[in-house]
């Protein structure tokens, strides 16, 4: 009884972690822009921690709606799918590590475990992707 209960609740807990990726993928460019800027000023002593972290706040904030009032008001398809494809890619990169975490909780090889996680990236990346192209313009 237990033992299925924790199966259960493992595959539940995977499950929603999943969603949580597919839903947050978007938003993996300006994470990862602000935490890059938080630690390079805070690594070469340009600002204190406090200092950094706000920083890195405003750039993620930026990088966000700079990104968005793009694709909200170009009509340049080639410009859209750059910005969309730019906006995707942290995404897939997310997925890929998430994947491949995945696989490592189970008994696979290397090789599948990298396939798997190719898998994972194409598919967060093109998630992310399709609802960075669904944005219409004004």
């Known amino acids: 009884m237990l033992l299925g209960l924790g199966i259960a609740l493992g595959v539940a807990g995977i499950g929603f972690l999943c969603w949580l990726l597919f ?18 000023f805070y690594d070469h002593a340009m600002m204190s921690g406090s200092h950094a972290i706000l920083a890195g706040i405003a750039a993620g904030i ?40 995945f696989s490592g909780l189970g008994d696979m090889g290397a090789i599948p475990s990298y396939i798997f996680a190719t898998f994972g990236a194409l598919c967060v990346g093109g998630a992310a992707w399709t609802r960075l192209c669904a944005i219409q313009p004004a």
């Open 62 to 101: 930026m990088v966000l709606v700079l990104g968005q009032a793009i694709l909200v008001s170009s009509h340049d398809p080639v410009l859209r799918v750059t910005v969309s494809l730019l906006l995707a890619l942290p995404a897939a990169l997310a997925g890929f590590g998430m994947t491949l975490g």
């Open 23 to 40: 839903l947050c993928a978007v938003y993996a460019a300006p994470l990862f822009v602000a935490a890059m800027v938080c630690t390079t």
